[in-house]
């Protein structure tokens, strides 16, 4: 299995030994040995089914596989990286906040709901599972982790949303009123909103 390491807070150093990991396209800062980089494929790797998902839905992943016998570093717009390590369990990520994941993993896209009863517009998600580590990017500073328990349901913007883990449910908040205090009351302001146990990722600056 690759050694997912930081080398600073906004590198990414991972070891091949004859193996392979996806990654954001042109996030590749600099490598050593003998590694060969090659467009990830239908669905960022998740096949046919997860391509055919993401044109739909406009939810993209452009990843990359490297491969080979080396050292890679991976960085990208100088945000912040965080590595998370998955047991068999799923990741839902935005998908511009997705640096590098174990080649193994699974991705494909979700149906986050819907964005208000109103408009009935959907959202979608991407979610990567199985076992290995991912990368995530944070932008403005260094990802913060909320714990969310049954007892503490938790409301993030959606444009500080980085990621979530755990047996959480996500809804929609439309009646926002703090919006209205920094003047962003046009349209249909939401939020998001998780119950039940896991850890939401946010980044301190908004999309």
Known sequence: MQSFRLNGSRVLEIDLHGDAVRAATGAMIAYTGDVTFKNAGLGGGGGLRAALKQKATGESVSLM???????????????????????????????????????????DVAFAG???????????????????AVALLSSGGPPIALEVSPRYPLVVDPDAFIASQGRLNQTFVTDVSWRNLIGESSGEAFSLRFDGSGVVYIQPEER
Request: hydrophobic share 35%; charged share 20%; net charge negative.
């Open 114 to 132: 819907l964005r208000g009863a109103s408009s009935g517009q959907g959202l979608f998600t991407t979610t990567v599972t199985g076992y290995g």
């Open 65 to 107: 596989t490297c491969s080979g016998h080396g050292t890679v570093w991976f960085a990208k717009d100088a945000m912040e990286v965080l590595v998370v390590e998955l047991n068999g369990d799923t990741l839902k990520v935005e998908s511009e906040q997705l640096l590098a994941l174990s080649d193994k993993l699974k991705t």
